[in-house]
C-alpha cells in the first residue's frame, strides 16, 4: 500500500531536549516535506527536499533541521524544542514538485 | 507571496443541504489549486484539483472549477452527508517558473460539521 509513514503520532518532551521525528514514503516520490499546523493558520512549510542531499527552508524553518541522506527517508529534527514548537506535524511527499502531495497521519508534539 | 483565503468555520449544516465553501488566492503565473480533506484525527487527502483555468475538479460528489478572472477556486457539494464532517483546505502550487514551485500554500481551513 502506497504511504508516507511518520513517527512516533504522539509525543510529549521537555524544552531543550533533542528529538527527531521520522517521515518516510514507499512510493519511490522526489519531492518531500515537512508542514505544522496550528489553529488558525492551516498548515505552514518547515522544509522541503526536492531530492536525495536537496533540502530547502520553507516559511517557518527556525528551530528546525532536516536531512535527506536516502529518497525513502525525510527525518525532522528538533536539536533543542521550545514550547512554540507545540504543534501537530505533517510530512507530505510527492512524486515531483507539481503532483499530488501524500500526506502522512501526522505527529502531535508537545514541548513543556 | 502567494497566499490562500477561504472562509471561517465552523459551517454547520443539516444532512442534506447545499454546501459552499468560498476559496480565493493570489498568486503569480498559473498555480495549480488543490481542496484537501482532514477527517478527525487523520492526515490531510487530496479531495480534488485544477491545474489550469476554467478546469472544474470533482471527487465524491464535490466541485471546483478554477476562476482565474476571479482568483477563486470555491468548493461546492449539492448534498452534504453526516460523513462529510470534517476540515477542509484550500491549497496552492506555485507555476514551475515561480520561486514557489513544488510549495503548497494552504488557507486555514474550514471546519464543516453536518447533523442527521
Known amino acids: 500500500e502506497a504511504q508516507v509513514t511518520q513517527n512516533p503520532r504522539y509525543l510529549i518532551t521537555v524544552t531543550g531536549k533533542k528529538l527527531t521525528v521520522t517521515c518516510s514514503q514507499n512510493?519511490?516520490?522526489?519531492?518531500m516535506s515537512w508542514y505544522r499546523q496550528d489553529p488558525g493558520l492551516g498548515l505552514r512549510q518547515i522544509y522541503y527536499?526536492?531530492?536525495?542531499?536537496?533540502?530547502d527552508k520553507g516559511d517557518v524553518p527556525e528551530g528546525y533541521k532536516v536531512s535527506r541522506k536516502e529518497k525513502r527517508n525525510f527525518p525532522l529534527i528538533l536539536e533543542s524544542p521550545s514550547p512554540n514548537q507545540t504543534s501537530l506535524y505533517f510530512c507530505?511527499?510527492?512524486?515531483?514538485?507539481?503532483?499530488?502531495?501524500?500526506f502522512g497521519q501526522g505527529t502531535r508534539l508537545t514541548v513543556v | 507571496g502567494n497566499s490562500v483565503t477561504q472562509m471561517e468555520g465552523p459551517v454547520t449544516l443539516s444532512e442534506e443541504a447545499f454546501l459552499t465553501i468560498n476559496c480565493t488566492y493570489t498568486?503569480?503565473?498559473?498555480?495549480?489549486l488543490f481542496w484537501y480533506v482532514q477527517y478527525p484525527g487523520e492526515g490531510l487527502q487530496l479531495l480534488l484539483k485544477?491545474?489550469?483555468?476554467?478546469d472544474k475538479g470533482s471527487n465524491k460528489g464535490f466541485e471546483a472549477t478554477y476562476r482565474k478572472e476571479t482568483t477563486s477556486f470555491h468548493l461546492e457539494k449539492g448534498s452534504v452527508q453526516v460523513s462529510d464532517s470534517a476540515v477542509y483546505f484550500c491549497?496552492?502550487?506555485?507555476?514551475?517558473?515561480?520561486?514557489?514551485?513544488?510549495?503548497?500554500?494552504f488557507g486555514s481551513g474550514t471546519q464543516v460539521v453536518v447533523t442527521p
Open positions: 491549497a496552492l502550487r506555485g507555476s514551475r517558473t515561480t520561486d514557489s514551485w513544488g510549495k503548497l500554500q
Open positions: 512510493m519511490n516520490h522526489e519531492y
Open positions: 527536499s526536492m531530492n536525495v542531499e536537496v533540502t
Open positions: 498568486a503569480t503565473g498559473y498555480p495549480s
Open positions: 485544477a491545474t489550469k483555468a476554467d
Open positions: 507530505a511527499s510527492s512524486l515531483q514538485g507539481n503532483t499530488e502531495a501524500f
